[in-house]
């Protein structure tokens, strides 16, 4: 990492001050997401309208990597597409494991900040925790059409 403070920053910022941990209003689909490895526990909440991710939101607890990597997932898919946040979500893994160009690391915006997770394997189930959740209930048919689905994952 070019410059590890400010990436440092950037976790501190949304693990201290996330804009996206709340509850939101007519959700469309709900999934909790658990890495029984370390407890972390987040609850993802999605409304989607015509195929567009028009709000998002999180509560649960967890250690500062999982909930600051939820909040900036949150950033990055408010306003996408449910294709686009897939997208989103397979170069982000791919990130994880060192498979992506420098051009789909500018694609994940503050998120890249967790580019280095990998060398601690420990926390890499942390960091990925929200985007699985949300590849997950992305996957599941009918979240835009006012079904509610509630499931466990990882």
Known sequence: MENRSFYNE?????NLRPANKHEID?????????NPSCGDDIILNLRVENDI????GFTGDGCAIS????DMMLDLIIGKTRDEALRLGDIFMRMIRGETTEDELDEL????ALRDI???PARVKCAVLGWHTMDEMLKISG???GKSVTTEGM
């Open 10 to 14: 950037i976790l501190t910022e949304h």
């Open 26 to 34: 007519g959700a469309t689909v709900t999934l909790e997401g658990i």
């Open 53 to 56: 991710i028009v709000d998002g």
């Open 67 to 70: 909930q600051a990597s939820a």
């Open 109 to 112: 915006e503050e998120s890249q």
């Open 118 to 120: 990998s060398h601690m």
């Open 143 to 145: 979240v835009d059409e």
